[in-house]
C-alpha cells in the first residue's frame, strides 16, 4: 500500500463533460504530483502543487486544472473532454530515499478515464 | 528538455531467461530510480542508485548508475511470470525537484 490514495478508480464519460478526479497524498506529505499516461506512452507530468502552491507545470491542458486543498488532498479537473484524453491518471507524493537526501515518489492506483 | 530514452519498448522472452534494459539520456542525473508498472496499478519503485558506477540489486534484479551519469540498466535474472509489466527508468537531476521518466519497457514472458 503506497499511502496514495485516488478517486474514483474508473470514469467512463461523454465527449465535451467535465470530471474531478481525487488524491489523498501519503499522511504528512505536502507534495502531489499529477501524471497522465496514454496508451502505449509513458508518464507524462502535468502539474505539482506542494502545500496548497502550484510548484511545478508540465504538458498540462488548459481544459486542465488542479488544486491542493488545506487537508492537502488534490484534485484534477478536466473539463471539455475529447475522445484523446482517456487516459490513466496517477497522483503521486514524495517518499525518501533512503540512503540519500533525494526523494522519489510513491504513487497511487490510478483513474481510468474513458471518454466516450 | 531533458528526455530519457528507454529501450528496448518491448521484449518477448521464455520464463527463466535473463533480461536487459537500459535508459540513456543527453543530461546528466544526480539519482536514477527504476520502477515496475503492473497492469491496473501505478508504478512502484524497485531500485534506487546515488553514485555514478554504483551496482545495486533487490533480488533477482541488479541496476546501474552509469559512469557518465547519463544511463542506467536494468537486469533481471532468470524471469517468472510476475515480472510481466513495464519497467520504467527515471531521472532525478539537480536542476529541479522533478523526476522525468522514460517511457517504459514493456515485459512479455511467453508461456
Known amino acids: 500500500d503506497s499511502g496514495v490514495t485516488q478517486t474514483p478508480k474508473h470514469l467512463i464519460t461523454a465527449t465535451g463533460q467535465r470530471v474531478t478526479l481525487r488524491c489523498s497524498p501519503r499522511s504528512g506529505d505536502l507534495s502531489v504530483y499529477w501524471y497522465q499516461q496514454s496508451l502505449d506512452q509513458g508518464l507524462q507530468f502535468l502539474i505539482q502543487y506542494y502545500n496548497g502552491e502550484e510548484r511545478a507545470k508540465g504538458n498540462i491542458l488548459e481544459r486542465f486544472s488542479a488544486q491542493q486543498f488545506p487537508d492537502l488532498h488534490s484534485e484534477l479537473n478536466l473539463s471539455s473532454l475529447e475522445l484523446g484524453d482517456s487516459a490513466l491518471y496517477f497522483c503521486?507524493?514524495?517518499?525518501?530515499?533512503?540512503?540519500?537526501?533525494?526523494?522519489?515518489?510513491?504513487f497511487g492506483s490510478g483513474t481510468r478515464l474513458t471518454v466516450v | 528538455g531533458q528526455q530519457l530514452n528507454q529501450s528496448p519498448q518491448s521484449m518477448f522472452i521464455q520464463e527463466g531467461e535473463d533480461v536487459s534494459m537500459n535508459c540513456t539520456s543527453s543530461s546528466i542525473f544526480n539519482t536514477w530510480l527504476w520502477y515496475k508498472q503492473d497492469p491496473g496499478e501505478g508504478p512502484v519503485l524497485l531500485i534506487a542508485?546515488?553514485?555514478?558506477?554504483e551496482l545495486t540489486s533487490n533480488g533477482r534484479l541488479t541496476a546501474q548508475f552509469g559512469i557518465t551519469r547519463k544511463d542506467s540498466f536494468l537486469n533481471i535474472s532468470a524471469s517468472i511470470p510476475s515480472d510481466v509489466g513495464i519497467y520504467f527508468c527515471?531521472?532525478?537531476?539537480?536542476?529541479?525537484?522533478?523526476?522525468?521518466f522514460g517511457k517504459g519497457t514493456r515485459l512479455h514472458i511467453l508461456p
Open positions: 542508485l546515488y553514485k555514478a558506477g
Open positions: 503521486a507524493s514524495s517518499v525518501p530515499l533512503q540512503g540519500s537526501g533525494d526523494y522519489g515518489y510513491t
Open positions: 527515471a531521472g532525478l537531476s539537480d536542476r529541479d525537484d522533478k523526476i522525468i
